[in-house]
Structure formats: structure tokens, C-alpha cells
């Protein structure tokens, strides 16, 4: 019996394993919640590294524990929490240490409207996409803050980078976003990917997947278009002057990031949670991500990086006009008929 | 649950457990201030002049763009959640603002791509 407030231990007791069991906390710590995304971080920055290690044809990490080395980002982060925390002298102290847990949470708070599962999602909005994005668009200006607050010259070109980066692919990316939108006809990620229980939205919106592919490439400033850390050009980029915790925040951020954008692939244009039944839903989602994610690093090892302009140029000139002419597509496809056969 | 209360508790959640990341190695790793290592770094130079100067205001077509399409896109979201279910005459005056902004898009680039007005 519930009662509150509590009065006797037993109902104290009773309180704590009612909260403890509930749909709620199991979700915003266990699953797809805090535990969760930690573990699956950790695992990324190791997967990262091996896998451009494989395609250079090194070993990689390898000493710390574990068939290959799968406990060496627990080691680099108790090396990084025990090193000293460097702050430039001219920076602004409380913006320079806010900024780095902000990009976590701004990376942190859309896995609230993933789905990873028919009832594993922590809050079920109907308008989660425009929140996610919303949350995501919010990300460049934080780097920017940083990079400002740092009060360095290569931080600050590596910030202005980052902006002009969200100006050319943001558009791209919510136009490519829009065909899925339409195909579904919801703003609710619970609904999109339950729409695609026939077929999977990368069959009818072909173009629009590649186009937001490569437009979520250069939202989380990967390579060919990590501009805002190109290493010969800005020693570091937006994050050179962070070190020690700073440093291990803002990766756990950014690989939270490449998490959250491989999930929305995934839940866009992949299907989500639908598979065959031998695995549970969640499971194939999870791995449906991670297939995604490794499409995300591998030209990391592979491609050079673009020019400013060309990568601009690239955004607006063929991405803008791929995905809107892959709009004009999808209301073709839906009003001639053809996808009736699997309900849309 | 309402699912905005769910978020408002995962993001409190989330400082809670990230907070004491940043926070707590400040006060072990610390050490007293040095001159030299606290300045910024510039390959080991010593800095010159602001860090925070004006910069030219580059390829500023595209932002102008970027102001226009950011409201356009935000629509076009409204209008694409009800296409499936309202019929296709409906949905001909968003079609034909479409086909219209074709030609402001075109003239754009055209300008935008162009060295000189960068």
C-alpha cells in the first residue's frame, strides 16, 4: 500500500520499491535512460577507435582489459578526471565549465522522445521530432558559447565554423526530415516507426535518407566535414583549450550525439524496432544503430576533409534541391497509389 | 505520465549525474595558478592582440537564405503532417508556393555562389 507521504518505515520502504519499480524511473535510468546511454558512449569511443585502427591497418587499443582492449575508455576516463582541469587565464570561468555540461544535456535530453522499443521510450510527445531537432539546433550555439568563452583565437574560429556548418545543413536536414513526415503522416517518433511495420520509409524516401545521411554528417562534424576541428588548420578546433574533465564532458557529449543522430536514422528510414521476432525489439534496434554508426566512422578513416566554401556550397546548392525535389517525389508516390499496397 | 514532466526529470537527472563530472576533479586537480601554463594556447607563442576581434562577414548570401528557409521549412512541417489525410486539392496552394520558390531559390544561388558577393 502506497500512502503519501509516509509515516511508518513500511510505508517508506513501500514508497521506494513503488518509484524503483515504475515504468517511469526503469526507463529514465536503466534503459533507454542514464545506464544505458553510458554504457553505450563508452562502447562507441572504443568502437571508434578499433574500427580506424582495422581500416589503417593498426591494432588499436588493446592492453586495457578484455578480448581487444574493451575496457580502455574506463581507463581514459579515470586518467582524464584525475588530470588537471587547465583554464586559460583570460577566459569566463563559469560559461567556460557551464558549456561543456550543457552539450550534454542538449545531447542527452532528445533520447527522451527515441523509441527504442514499442513502450521503451521515456516520454511519448507527439511533436518529438520538432523536439528533437529543436534540441539538436541548440548545439552549435553552445559550441559557439564555448568557444567564446574560452577567449582563444583557434576555439573562436573553430566556434564561427561550427555555426556556418548549422546554417547549410540544418535546412537540408529538416526538408529530407519532412518526406518521412509526410509518408507517416505524425510528428510522433512512436507513430513514424510504427508506420513502417510494412515497409521501411528508406524504400519510398530513398533520396531524402541520403541527403539526411549526409546532412547529420556534418551536423555532428564528422569527417569529410569536420571543419570546426581540423587538426592542421586549428590545432584542435572549438575544444583546444579543454582538458582533463572538461575534455572527457565534451566527448561524452559528442559521441552521445553520434548516438542520437544514428538512433534517428534508424527510426526515420530503418524501421526502428521492427525485426523478426527471435530478438527483442530493442535489441535490433540497437543494432540496427550501431550498423548505422559504423557507416558514420568509416570515412573518417577514408575521406579528406572539405573546404569551407565547397562544403557550404554542397549544402545549399545540391542537398536543398535534392530534398525538395524528393518532396515533389513523395507527394507523387502517395497520390498515385503505389505504396497503397503496404498502407500509406 | 505527461511526457513534458518525464523530460523536465531526465534533464534534471542528467545534471544531477554529469554535474559531479566536471565539478567534483576541479576541486582534487587544481593546483596553485602558473603564468604560463594558464595562457592560451598558440602553438607556443606567446598571445598577441584579442582573441575576440571582429572578423569579415563571410558568405553572407547563404545566410540571408538560411533566415528565409529556416521560416519556410518550419511551415512546410504543418502542412506535411496532415497531407496523407486531407485530399490533394487542398494541399495545391503549399504545391504551388513550392513550384514559385523555385525561381527566388535559383536567383539565389546564382548570387550566393558567386566569389564577389561573398
Redesign the interface.
Known sequence: MVVFPPTTPQEVIALILYIITSHTFITIIIFPGFIHLTLVVMFLTWYERKLLARIQLRIGPLYAGGPGGILQPIADGVKLIFKEVMIPYKADKPLFLAMPLMLVLFAALPFAVIPFGQHWVIANLEVGLVFLFAMTSLFPSMILIFAWASNSKFPFLGGLRSLFQQVAYEIPMWVAALSVVMLAGSLNLTNIVEAQSKIWFIVPAFLSFIVFFIAIMAELERLPFDLPEAEPELVAGWFTESSGAVFMVIFLGLYMKVYLMSSLVTVLFLGGWWGPAFLPQPVWFIIKTLIVATFMIIPRGVYPRLRVDMLIKTGWTRLLIIALANVFLTILLIHSGILSAWGI | ?N??L??V???V???L???P??????F????K?D?F???????GQV?QGE??HR?VMQ?YP??L??VV??VV??F??AW??????MP?DS?FPV?LF?IL??AP?GYA?HL??RKEN?
Open positions: 505520465m511526457p513534458w518525464a523530460i526529470i531526465w534533464g537527472i542528467i545534471v549525474l554529469t554535474g563530472m566536471i565539478t567534483l576533479p576541479i582534487w586537480s587544481r593546483r595558478p603564468p601554463r594558464d595562457m592560451p594556447f598558440e602553438s598571445p582573441a575576440r572578423l558568405y547563404y545566410l537564405m538560411f528557409f529556416d521549412a518550419m512546410l512541417f506535411g503532417i496532415s497531407f496523407t489525410t490533394l494541399s504545391i513550392l520558390l523555385a531559390l544561388l550566393a555562389v561573398w
